[in-house]
C-alpha cells in the first residue's frame, strides 16, 4: 500500500481542489490520501464525492499552534467534524487569518513592494488566506523567485520584515482537543529547521506524555539525519513514525507520494481513531 497522510487543497493553500486531488492521487499509484487542510474540513465532502474506486480517502487538518514562542503544525486525523470545542477552536484561528494576511500587505507597502489586498485575496480564491497566498502574490511581481524564497527573514518568516503574528492554539490543548472529538495527533514535520526555529526534543516528550500519536518523520524539509533522528526519538518515546509529502499543488515542488507511511502505522492510526473513518472510493464524479 502507499499512503501519503498529509495534502493540501483550494480548501486552504493548495493549487488543486479536493475533487481534482483526489484525482491526481489516484493517478498516482495511492492507495491511501488524507486531506489536511490548515484548520479546515471545508474541502472533505467534495473529496469524498468525487473519490475514485480504489482509493481511501482520510479526512483531517493540520491545525496551526505555538508553543515557548515556536510555531508548530499538528496534524489531526479521523476526528468528529461537528465536535463544538475543536470546532470553534478551528474557527477562531481561520478567523484570524484575514486580519493577519492584510496586515502582512500593509508592511510589505511599507517596504515598498505594491502588492494589494486584492491580489492576495484573488490568489486565496474560496480557500482559507495565509502566508502562501501572500508568498505567491511575491513571486508574481518578481519580488521572489519561488514560494519557498518568501519564507526568510527579509519576508515573511517568523520575525521576518513582513510577518504578522496570529492566534495560534497550545498544542497542549490541540491534543486535548482532537483527542476528545476522537481523533489522532502527529506532529507535522518537526526538524524542518528551515522554516524557522523548531521545537526542543524535551518538548515533544511532554507533548507525547499529553497524548500525541506521532511524529512526521519521513517529510521534504528532513534531510536523511534528521529523518534518522527523528526516528529514532519516535522509537524512544513509543511514537508513530508517519511520512507524507505535504503536497499543495503547483505551490511547492514536491509530488503526491513523494515520501509514504508504512501501512502498520496507518492501521494503528485509524484503529485509534474514534471520531471517524477512512472513506473508501466507489468511483466518483
Known amino acids: 500500500m502507499r499512503i501519503d497522510l498529509h495534502t493540501h487543497s483550494t480548501a486552504s493553500d493548495g493549487t488543486d481542489t479536493p475533487a481534482a486531488l483526489v484525482r491526481n492521487a489516484a493517478a498516482a499509484g495511492l492507495d491511501v490520501v488524507a486531506l489536511t487542510d490548515h484548520d479546515t474540513t471545508r474541502g472533505h465532502a467534495e473529496a469524498v464525492a468525487a473519490l475514485p474506486e480504489g482509493l481511501t480517502?482520510?479526512?483531517?487538518?493540520?491545525?496551526?499552534?505555538?508553543?515557548?514562542?515556536?510555531?508548530?503544525?499538528?496534524?489531526?486525523?479521523?476526528?468528529?467534524?461537528?465536535?463544538?470545542?475543536?470546532?470553534?477552536?478551528?474557527?477562531?484561528?481561520?478567523?484570524?487569518?484575514?486580519?493577519?494576511?492584510?496586515g502582512m500587505v500593509a508592511k510589505l507597502n511599507a517596504l515598498g513592494v505594491p502588492v494589494t489586498w486584492e491580489q492576495v485575496r484573488r490568489i486565496a480564491g474560496d480557500g482559507s488566506v495565509g502566508r502562501p497566498h501572500v508568498a505567491t502574490a511575491l513571486v508574481e511581481l518578481g519580488v521572489v523567485p519561488t514560494v519557498d524564497a518568501a519564507?526568510?527573514?527579509?519576508?515573511?518568516?517568523?520575525?521576518?520584515?513582513?510577518?504578522?503574528?496570529?492566534?495560534?492554539?497550545?498544542?497542549?490543548?490541540?491534543i486535548r482537543l482532537v483527542k476528545a472529538a476522537g481523533g489522532v495527533t502527529v506532529f507535522a514535520h518537526p526538524g524542518a529547521s528551515k522554516r524557522g526555529r523548531t521545537v526542543p526534543e524535551p518538548v515533544i516528550a511532554e507533548l507525547a506524555a499529553a497524548g500525541l500519536d506521532g511524529i512526521e518523520v519521513d517529510h521534504m524539509d528532513h534531510d536523511p539525519a534528521t529523518r534518522a533522528r527523528l526516528r529514532g526519538l519516535a522509537r524512544e518515546l513509543g511514537l508513530l513514525a508517519t511520512g507524507s509529502s505535504d503536497y499543495h499543488g503547483s505551490r511547492k515542488t514536491c509530488l503526491l507520494g513523494e515520501n509514504v507511511t508504512d501501512p502498520e502505522v496507518y492501521g494503528e492510526i485509524t484503529r485509534r481513531a474514534t471520531g471517524a473513518f477512512p472513506v473508501p472510493g466507489t468511483g466518483g464524479a
Open 57 to 102: 480517502l482520510v479526512t483531517g487538518a493540520e491545525l496551526s499552534c505555538r508553543v515557548g514562542g515556536i510555531s508548530l503544525h499538528m496534524l489531526a486525523y479521523l476526528f468528529d467534524p461537528a465536535e463544538p470545542a475543536l470546532l470553534a477552536e478551528r474557527e477562531l484561528v481561520r478567523d484570524d487569518r484575514v486580519p493577519r494576511a492584510q
Open 151 to 174: 519564507f526568510t527573514a527579509e519576508w515573511l518568516a517568523d520575525g521576518g520584515r513582513a510577518h504578522m503574528a496570529k492566534h495560534e492554539t497550545d498544542p497542549f490543548e490541540a
